[in-house]
């Protein structure tokens, strides 16, 4: 397990941002909290949506029996006062296709409260210091009513399947709410799963260097990529003005330049490894996505 965290963060550290399937990143942990008053009675409608990252580090724990019933105690309803015993009436755990063949993972919940109160608070406890998408939303049915609310009625994200662009560069951060609620005389209903999420579709570089095409295909991808790498290494930076005056000043010859080249590829390689262990070793005291700043650094 160890050594995969370890690919993945160092692929993390080299691939391009707008590479990343996930529109939050690929360490994030979004959230999303539907708290539901129905008629006499609350439900909690609750969804978890890992990152690639998280979903190697945690995806073997959301698939164990019994995680619906975790993730209720890191959930705190309060209803007139009192905390409510928040019972999972169903859950279900979805896998979908990520960046680079990786996966990601989904999580969804519906956990009944018990009879409703005028007051009500909420809070979600679960994943603190976790980046990623945190909603709450509070809405009420079958006779109930809303009479005041810190939190909105509908989700902006359409509870984590649908994120909205123009709001990613300052995502939502909401993971409590309070309200003031008249509850119906009807019995509660409680609300579905949902739909599962829909596949992610592949952009079309990805489809291409994801075909098994034969060797032919692979003999084109490696040529390409010398290619792109020595355009890549002609751009701005790299101290090619002190490489070359080092070659110019020494006489160099072309096997000087070719050894230097070598030097040059091994160290940016090791140095590549070398931040991915680090922040394998910090890791197990800081969550990637705070360590991540500090290594581009």
């Not at 809303?146 to 649908?162: C, D, K, Q, Y």
């Not at 952009?203 to 098994?212: I, K, P, S, Y």
């Not at 060797?215 to 002609?234: E, M």
């Amino acid at each position: 397990m160890k050594h995969l965290v370890l690919a993945l963060i160092a692929a993390a550290l080299v691939v391009p941002a707008g590479a990343a399937a996930h529109p939050l990143g690929n360490f994030t942990v979004n959230r999303y909290a539907g708290v539901e008053v129905s008629g006499s009675r609350v439900f909690v409608r609750y969804a978890v949506d890992l990152a690639e990252i998280p979903t190697v580090q945690n995806g073997a724990r959301f698939r164990r029996p019994g995680i619906a019933a975790q993730l209720a105690r890191g959930l705190r309803l309060e209803l007139d006062g009192r905390r409510a015993r928040l019972r999972p009436l169903a859950s279900r755990v979805t896998m979908r296709p990520g960046a680079g063949g990786l996966k990601t993972l989904r999580f969804d919940a519906v956990y009944e409260g018990g009879r409703a109160g005028r007051a009500l608070s909420f809070r979600d406890g679960n994943f603190t210091g976790r980046i990623g998408w945190k909603e709450v939303v509070v809405r009420a049915g079958r006779g109930a009513r809303i009479v005041t609310s810190s939190s909105p009625s509908g989700s902006a994200s359409n509870e984590l399947r649908s994120y909205p662009r123009d709001l990613l560069h300052a995502p939502s951060d909401t993971s409590s709410a309070t309200a003031v609620v008249l509850p119906g005389t009807k019995d509660g209903v409680a609300p579905s799963l949902g739909d599962a999420p829909a596949e992610r579709s592949r952009g079309g570089f990805e489809a291409l260097v994801g075909r098994d095409g034969g060797a032919g295909v692979i003999a084109l991808a490696l040529v390409l990529a010398l290619f792109w790498g020595a355009a890549h290494a002609l751009t701005p930076g790299h101290g090619k003005a002190i490489v070359a005056a080092d070659l110019v000043g020494s006489r160099g010859k072309a096997r000087h330049a070719l050894a230097l080249g070598g030097i040059v590829t091994v160290t940016h390689t090791i140095g590549v490894f070398a931040l991915g262990l680090v922040t394998l070793a910090l890791s197990e005291l800081i969550v990637p996505e705070r360590l991540y700043p500090w290594l581009n650094l």
